[in-house]
Each structure stands twice: as C-alpha cells, then as structure tokens.
C-alpha cells in the first residue's frame, strides 16, 4: 500500500532553475523523508522532517511539511545535471508501525545542460 | 566503513532455483530491510526486522523468506524462484529512535535478479 505519492511523476528542466516536487500522504506520520536514487544505484538519504517541524534546510534542498494538509515538498534551487535522478518520498507513521519507511513511487527529475 | 553492502551483485536463475542473498551492515542498526524496485512501482518492503532474532512479513513476503541470527546480517531466501521474482533487490538499514521510530535508511547497492 503507497503511502505517500509523488507529483509530478516526471519533470524537465534546464540547468540553473529550480525544482520542485510535491508529496502527499494519508496518515499521520512521526516523520517524513526524502531520498534521491541515481540510475542503477540505491537510494541516497536527503533529508528528514519531523512531524512538529514546517521546513529544513541543507545545502541547495528545502523541505517543507504541512500536516494539516497532509503533503511535503521539496525545493532544489539552481539545479545541475548532476541532480538528474528519481526522488523519493517516505513515510514513517506514528504509532505502532513506526519502524519501517513506506515509499512513494518517486519524480524523475531531468535537468537539462 | 563498508556501511551496507549486498551479495551478490547479479544473479541469473532458472524458475525453481533457490538462492540467497546477503546483506552485511558495519553501523551497527537495529532495524534491517529488504526491498524490491520494479518499474513504475517504487520500492516494496518485502520483509524486515526490527532487531537480531526477530523478523517480520512487509508489503510483499510471498515467496520469500528471511533471517537475522546476527544483528549485522539479514540474508534474503528464494526457496523456489519463479519469473515474477525478477527485480532489483535493495537491503537498507536504519537505527531506531527514543520510541522505536525508523530514522534515516542506509541501502546497498542492490542486486539484480533475473528469473527464467
């Protein structure tokens, strides 16, 4: 079952702009996640944002959470064509399955020299 | 520090076969897991566990079985592969919070499996 889901499912840009993608989920979480996964190779940690915080930042990345709308987003400013991937949210509910991560179906991300 | 790593790296099985994968992590997490990665479908817990000695069943355990008889090992079985078993297969650790959440995963490289 997909907890969180991903939008768009695609998306192109050129080198300099920003991105962002958007995920939604349905029930209440203890944290959110994001993970970038390059072409062939395992998902790579981002960023993670606790169910009592609005935004983080690190480096060019912010996330925000909104709970009461149920979504998260995440921001890459002045992207490069090494930030070509597929970005994952995921997941972690409260309560009692708190200790595994669900995954959305990711965006891939297209940034164009 | 090696973080996690999967054996093997490629794999090539006739329907029946059985095989098991390895996965070894060196942080010393409580919490290990095993994914699959198919087309347009994300990742899909298949089973995972929550400390040495202890497994579960996740989204997707048919046909598959697991074991953690040490806590830096999670190994992955196909007792009898069949051609819908063809994928990538990702093992990810993580350490657990104050209240047993997850935190961040660690994931191997992955194997791909492929089944005739």
């Known amino acids: 079952s997909q907890q969180g889901e991903e939008d768009p499912q695609a998306l192109s840009i050129q080198e300099g702009e920003n991105a962002t993608m958007n995920c939604s989920y349905k029930t209440s979480i203890n944290n959110l996640q994001w993970y970038r996964q390059n072409s062939g190779r395992g998902l790579v940690h981002l960023i993670l944002i606790r169910s009592n915080e609005r935004e983080k930042h690190s480096g060019r990345l912010r996330v925000t959470l909104d709970t009461s709308k149920k979504s998260s987003s995440l921001l890459i400013t002045a992207s490069r064509a090494a930030d070509t991937a597929s970005y994952f949210c995921a997941t972690v509910n409260s309560g009692g399955s708190n200790y595994k991560l669900t995954f959305g179906k990711g965006t891939l991300l297209t940034v164009n020299p | 520090n090696a973080g996690v790593t999967q054996t093997p790296k490629f794999r090539v099985l006739k329907t029946g076969q059985s095989m098991t994968l390895l996965c070894a992590q060196d942080m010393n997490h409580e919490y290990m897991y095993w994914y699959r990665q198919d087309p347009g479908m994300g990742l899909r817990l298949i089973h995972y566990s929550v400390g040495e000695g202890t497994t579960a069943k996740g989204e997707v355990p048919d046909g598959y079985n697991v074991s953690r008889l040490k806590k830096q090992n999670f190994l992955l079985g196909l007792e009898s592969a069949a051609p819908s078993q063809t994928s990538v297969y990702f093992c990810?650790?993580?350490?657990?919070?104050?209240?047993?959440?997850?935190?961040?995963?660690?994931f191997g490289p992955g194997t791909r499996l492929t089944v005739t």
């Open positions: 990810a650790s993580s350490w657990a919070g104050k209240r047993g959440e997850a935190y961040e995963q660690y």
